[in-house]
Nanobody, 118 residues
Framework: QVQLVESGGGLVQPGGSLRLSCAAS????????MEWYRQAPGRQRELVATITRGGSTNYADSVKDRFTISRDNAKNTVYLQMNSLKPEDTAVYYC????????????WGQGTQVTVSS
């Protein structure tokens, strides 16, 4: 069993920065790829960034060069550093643990609100 708890959301002005954290309980964190999704009101949940077990990363075009995903397996934590924030980045951000195989299930955090507004 894995529980994911996000933190770090809040209100920030356009051009500002935030760092989201997702702390995972359990000892199997290191075998999962970790992802950040976001969902804005009235829109579908979208994949923002992915980091594999080995540390390879991938980003949605809309956040490339502004957001950075990283992980610390010793702390069972994944981060999303968000810079140059825009109003269109406003959404609830969710952490997702993507399982390595069919034996393991996936997990979602409860979400953290990010609001970019002046």
């Amino acid at each position: 069993q894995v529980q994911l708890v996000e933190s770090g959301g809040g209100l920030v002005q356009p051009g500002g920065s935030l760092r989201l954290s997702c702390a995972a309980s359990g000892s199997i964190f290191s075998i999962y790829a970790m992802e950040w999704y976001r969902q804005a009101p009235g829109r579908q949940r979208e994949l923002v960034a992915t980091i594999t077990r080995g540390g390879s990363t991938n980003y949605a075009d809309s956040v490339k060069d502004r957001f950075t995903i990283s992980r610390d397996n010793a702390k069972n934590t994944v981060y999303l550093q968000m810079n140059s924030l825009k109003p269109e980045d406003t959404a609830v951000y969710y952490c997702h643990a993507d399982p390595p195989d069919r034996i393991h299930r996936d997990y979602w955090g409860q979400g953290t609100q990010v609001t970019v507004s002046s």
